[in-house]
């Protein structure tokens, strides 16, 4: 059964990465494989708790009053509360803090709290264009998620540049500079988040040690695409979208939402470090505190239709629940392979050790993947090896590589994000942008994806020199 549940793992990772090909949406896949995964753990739920968790069932039989007999019925009840449930926590910490940050940037838009951006934006030098598109986008990615960010991004952009050629070349940079930005903070990508909630990293380590390389993935590419484009970039203005009211709200009111939503979203660390709650808890809080300054700012509102639109953030829509069920499938996921032991066994079979160069394989190998799979599903398995290794006394308790902060964490974070940059289909924000513009994986290459292997090995070089 464990060769069953590995396969269905391995089959929904070759149906991830050839999305494109196979035309099967992913968070389907990834809930398929989660779900599925852990019926069938639990269908022969006696032999994975004898090998895996022997002596916690035998304390949990016995822990009883009276004490209960060993049967199929125990065995499940075992593994739904002892078991699965510790995974659903996890995954849920991680799908909350996206749904939280997502239902703040769609009631900051709402309130044209971005509309800055459009300001920004006046201009027909083409270098000017994308250094500021991809500095906005650079800035934004790092406190809020990046397919959120580039989402956002790729639509005000194109709004203001009617030349489908030309807004490839700009939504590239966009795609660039979020996913550069998202993996510069521990809230600006899943992938941090889960390092983050699962006390690997702290904040302000994880994003000084990234700094360097991260901007140097981000500012070579962007670079190199501006050097590719004519001086003048076409543009067509038109007058800001009616909001539904005539109330808008005055400079002021959208500086106050702004400050109370991204201002609130850089208290995080600190509430985390105060309380130790997990951080979801303070996302809630500040979307909460946001949510009642919309409600105030739009009291006028009150029994018209406009409120339905305005008082109501619009997240649940299909990118943004794409997202949020492919975070949790590929966590459930991976999970149930995790608790049959196969990673355990796969680190027996590669010898694992703690020196380095092994860390800077596993961070390349991490990177490649990351190109055709998903850079989410590719890191959360990287992720899972040091727990297996540590379980068996493969990884000392000592160990700085693993440890918190340590070496690991921080080179598969960043390989996964780089490899994701080459031929856009690794990341959920590069599909966004492939659909968004039709755009192909070859032309995607040609164009930008070299440029970004470029820039990801001059970053991936910085992180070695830095150590």
Known sequence: MTIVIVSILLLGCLLIATENITKVNRAAVAIFAGTVGWVLYICFGMDFVTSQHAYDFSSYLHSQTPAIPESSATVKSFISRFVFLPYVGRAAEIVLFLLATMTIVEILNNNGCFDFIRQLLRTR?????????????????????????????????????PSRRQRMFYGSAILLSANCGGALTVIGNPEGLVL????????????????????????????????????????????????????????????????????????IPTFHNISKLSPFLGVLCVLSVLWIVNEIFNRKLMNMDAMVDRRTPRVLQYGVIQMILFVMGIMLAVGVVKETGAYEELMKY??????????????VAAGVL????????????????????????MVSELSTVYSCNGLYWRVIAFCV???????????????????????????FFRHVGWKALVGGVIGLGLLWLMQ
């Open 350 to 363: 590669l010898g694992v050790n703690e020196s380095q160069p092994f860390v800077w394989f596993h961070g």
């Open 125 to 161: 030098n083409s270098k000017r264009m994308i250094w500021t598109l991809s500095v906005v986008t650079f800035v934004i990615s790092a406190n809020l998620d990046n397919l959120t960010t580039t989402v956002m991004m790729l639509t005000i952009m194109h709004g203001i540049i």
């Open 196 to 267: 983050w909630n699962g006390g690997a990293v702290t904040a302000t380590s994880y994003s000084m040690s990234l700094l360097l390389p991260c901007l140097a993935t981000w500012l070579v590419p962007t670079y190199l695409i501006s050097r590719s484009l004519p001086e003048r970039v076409d543009t067509e203005w038109i007058v800001m979208p009616y909001r539904g009211d005539d109330t808008r709200l005055n400079v002021w009111q959208r500086l106050l939402m702004l400050f109370v939503g991204i201002g609130g979203l850089w208290f």
């Open 370 to 393: 990351s190109t055709v799979l998903d850079n989410f599903a590719t890191a959360i398995n990287f992720f899972s090896l040091p727990d297996e290794m540590g379980q068996t006394g």
């Open 417 to 443: 994000m780089a490899g994701g940059n080459i031929l856009g289909i690794g990341t959920m924000s590069g599909l966004a942008l492939m659909k968004m513009e039709r755009m192909h994986v070859g032309w």
